[in-house]
């Protein structure tokens, strides 16, 4: 029995397709250690709770949305709040459309193609059954945004723990350039369950810059999937930025369809504290002279666990393909604790690859040498931890995101950290 299926199976109130889905999610339960996708990732502590569906959007501080211009939707514990958003300044030929909005008059929404079998994929196969909202995103054929689109996703408590589910499309058609930045936030304290699926199809020659924010609450849960499918001389520019939440599961899952097809994708993963942060990456080189560049760096500190897995395909027939994987991690405390695992699987010849993994401490002699600069420890430590995490913002460097407003983003959650004791003494 799981109170976490049992309770989402109760908020349900349709029948048909998504019924029948949900019907056999519940039946087979939570992945358990067993399953390789979730063995570092227990589902336990989850599976006792229970959540209501969300009842409105609560009123939140104007001043968090202080921070985050126009264009930009905006949506509260899953609901889309049209006093907050501000799609005024939209480029022509950008089209923006909620997905509830596309209810029949019975309240029916369509199933989305994508289904997912897999036993290990059971919160986009909840997402698929349960979706009620979220937004697609369309531009059209040659059209270069000239700012970026804001999407918004702030939780608030309202007295019950709240669970709600949002599917999103993005398309960019052939020549289409846009900037998307994505911002989790927590308005206060609360324990709400955000599950959240994107779906990205890039045609040739488009170019999508995209950032997503993760600073969610202290006690949040927040499982979050990308699926994104990249066309000849497409190229899908990324930056994901981990600060909060006390469980965040994100996969992000880019197949390289067409040749010359690029990635680029960086993140950051803050396990402070007590969180658990685990990202999953599935990158499928399915064409000719496909670039992915993968640069991650993840920081321990507390008693916070950070996991990452970094799987890459090179298909047979994807000839020229070039793949590059980077995972720098640090130990901050003895009490933190961080698993790596990068996979490289290649079935074509000609191609260029490589992957890497390192966790240790902060560079003694650096250390030693701010030190004896006159810097005390603890701000010798934060200069070094900075420039580490400050690296993947690299991949943001372009007119079509905040780079300034990320950097500080992540300079904000670093000032939260204290210095081990031990920081000094080499790895």
Not at 245 to 270: C, M, Q, T
Request: hydrophobic residues 45%; contains cysteine; charged residues 25%.
């Amino acid at each position: 029995m799981s109170l976490l299926l049992d309770s989402l199976a109760a908020t349900f109130q349709g029948d048909g397709a998504r019924r029948r889905l949900l019907d056999n999610v519940v039946s087979q339960g939570l992945p358990g250690p067993r399953s390789e996708a979730w063995k570092y990732t227990s589902l336990r502590t989850l599976e006792r709770r229970g959540f209501a569906a969300p009842a409105g959007a609560p009123a939140v501080d104007p001043a968090l949305l202080a921070e985050v211009p126009a264009p930009r939707l905006v949506f509260v514990n899953g609901r889309h709040v049209p006093a907050a958003s501000q799609l005024d300044g939209l480029d022509a030929g950008i089209e923006v459309i909620l997905l509830s909005s596309l209810a029949t008059a019975d309240q029916t929404l369509p199933v989305p193609e994508q289904r997912f079998e897999g036993a290990d994929e059971v919160f986009a196969r909840l997402n698929t059954a349960l979706a009620d909202e979220g937004v697609q995103v369309r531009v059209a054929a040659g059209i270069t945004a000239t700012r970026p689109l804001h999407l918004v996703f702030i939780g608030a408590a309202d007295g019950q723990d709240r669970a709600w589910h949002l599917r999103h499309q993005i398309t960019l058609a052939e020549g289409a350039h846009l900037g998307v930045v994505e911002h989790h936030l927590a308005a206060d304290g609360h324990a709400h369950l955000g599950n959240t699926l994107t779906q990205i199809e890039l045609a040739a020659g488009a170019r999508l810059i995209h950032a997503r924010v993760q600073d969610d609450a202290e006690r949040a849960t927040a499982v979050l999937r990308t699926e994104a499918v990249v066309a000849r001389d497409a190229e899908y520019r990324r930056l994901d930025l981990e600060l909060g939440a006390a469980l965040s599961r994100h996969e992000l899952n880019v197949r390289l369809a067409g040749d010359r097809a690029r990635l680029v994708a960086n993140g950051v993963l803050l396990a402070t504290g007590r969180r658990h942060l685990d990202t999953r990456l599935g990158i499928d080189h399915a064409a000719r002279d496909t670039t992915c560049e993968l640069g991650w760096r993840g920081l321990g500190a507390g008693r916070g666990r950070a996991v990452f897995h970094g799987g890459i395909l090179i298909r047979e027939g994807a000839d020229g393909s070039d793949a590059d994987l980077s995972n720098k991690n640090l130990l901050l405390d003895e009490g933190a604790e961080i698993d790596t695992q990068p996979v490289l699987e290649i079935h074509a010849d000609e191609v260029k690859a490589a992957h890497g993994a390192t966790v240790g401490r902060l560079d003694a002699n650096a250390l030693f040498y701010l030190r004896s600069r006159g810097l005390p420890a603890e701000q010798a430590q934060r200069l070094l931890t900075t420039a580490f995490c400050r690296e993947p913002l690299a991949v943001a460097h372009d007119d079509a995101l905040p780079t300034a407003w990320l950097a500080e983003r992540v300079d904000r959650a670093l000032q939260a950290l204290h210095p081990s004791p031990g920081a000094e003494r080499p790895a």
